[in-house]
């Protein structure tokens, strides 16, 4: 069973910027694709930016040029570089991994919380 969890969530004023981690408790090698998403209160859990195995990334436009994600397989880590943060940022970003077989398999942390408020 693979288990993940986030850190790096806080508060920021708008145009500060965090880093997000999500560790995972085994070897990410395999995983096929790891992302981050969030949820605003109210609102469905919509995607921020995914990452593959081979390290070719896709983002919501919303975070295009803003956010940069990336994955350190040595470490076990994924994250979620965020500049130039908007209040619209705020949320709890929750990170994913997939890992594709017979059958596949998908895999959510518990969450952390963004809040970007002056």
């Known amino acids: 069973q693979l288990h993940l969890v986030e850190s790096g969530g806080g508060l920021v004023q708008p145009g500060g910027s965090l880093r997000l981690s999500c560790a995972a408790s085994q070897n990410i090698f395999r995983i096929n694709v790891m992302g981050w998403y969030r949820q605003a209160p109210g609102k469905e859990r919509d995607l921020v930016a995914t990452?593959?195995?081979?390290?070719?990334?896709n983002y919501a436009d919303a975070v295009k040029g803003r956010f940069t994600i990336s994955r350190d397989n040595s470490k076990n880590t994924m994250y979620l570089e965020m500049n130039n943060l908007k209040p619209e940022d705020t949320a709890v970003y929750f990170c994913k991994a997939d890992v594709w077989g017979d059958p596949d398999q998908t895999y959510w942390g518990q969450g952390t919380q963004v809040t970007v408020s002056s």
């Open positions: 990452i593959t195995n081979t390290h070719r990334t």
